[in-house]
């Protein structure tokens, strides 16, 4: 006996992750607890669904200002701390510790600065009515995951057309089980491993240009340093973000990555 195939959507998308199963004449939304230790299901039946979706697109503010917030507030914390080291000079606070104390403060403002970038695009989303034209549920989709969307908002109309039409079980049944064959076999969006392999290679020269000979004690060395130190951070969280299949090695290039911060 074949085993059942449940056509499945993980929606990756800035705002929430949220996984939606279409099982029989229901949908099961899982929508990740805001504490990250669980899912939180519930379902719809499509039965009482209007198949004609609204395609919609909506900016929110709130992705570029929180970031956009953090990045000014460690501006500040970096302009303080170079008023303050010129005021005192050299004589009383050496260069080398006001390095050490300006980098964490650069590393979360380009961190900041990436985030409230990527905020700036439009959240796209398909909203989908219930029987009494009000909003049932909506999918979120992000322009890395259309083609996987796509597909899966084809088999959730099918569903919902067949779960409302006046078909034999029999014949909705075998319906319904081509609709989600088809939806699996629906090859997944190509995704390249470019990000965690950046992650190595930052943090690699973060941690070993200090060793390098002749290196020791030259506190130029920051202006290099700083943006490889936050590339390397920031192209971890974009490997996990894009849920590459290496993005575990980017933990490795993040761990080298911090190096500098504890132990230059």
Known sequence: MKPEVVP??????????TIYQIRGNEL???????????FSEFLVDLRTVDSNYQ?????????VLIP????VLSGLVIWGLMQAWGLKQLAVVPREVMVHFLLWPAIIFA???????????????????????RPAFQIICEREQRAECA??????????????????????RSLLERVAAETHEQPAPATNGW????SLGCGALAAGLPLWPGSAGDTSLVVILFPLCALGLIATW?????????????????????????FY
Do not use: C
């Open 238 to 262: 974009l490997s996990f973000a894009k849920r590459e299949p290496g993005r575990w090695w980017s933990l490795a290039g993040a761990a080298l990555a911090l190096f500098p911060p504890f």
């Open 55 to 63: 395609p919609r697109a909506v900016r929110l503010y709130l992705l």
């Open 28 to 38: 099961a939304i899982s929508v990740l607890n805001p504490r990250g230790n669980g």
């Open 195 to 198: 990000r965690w392999k950046l």
């Open 68 to 71: 956009g917030a953090v990045a």
């Open 8 to 17: 499945t959507f993980v929606q990756n998308s800035r705002i929430h992750r």
């Open 151 to 172: 597909a899966f908002i084809s088999a959730l109309v099918a569903h919902i057309e067949l779960a409302q039409s006046d078909l034999p079980e029999a014949e909705r």
């Open 111 to 133: 961190m900041s600065l990436a985030f409230a970038i990527r905020g700036t695009r439009r959240v796209e989303y398909y909203q989908f009515l219930n029987q009494w034209k």
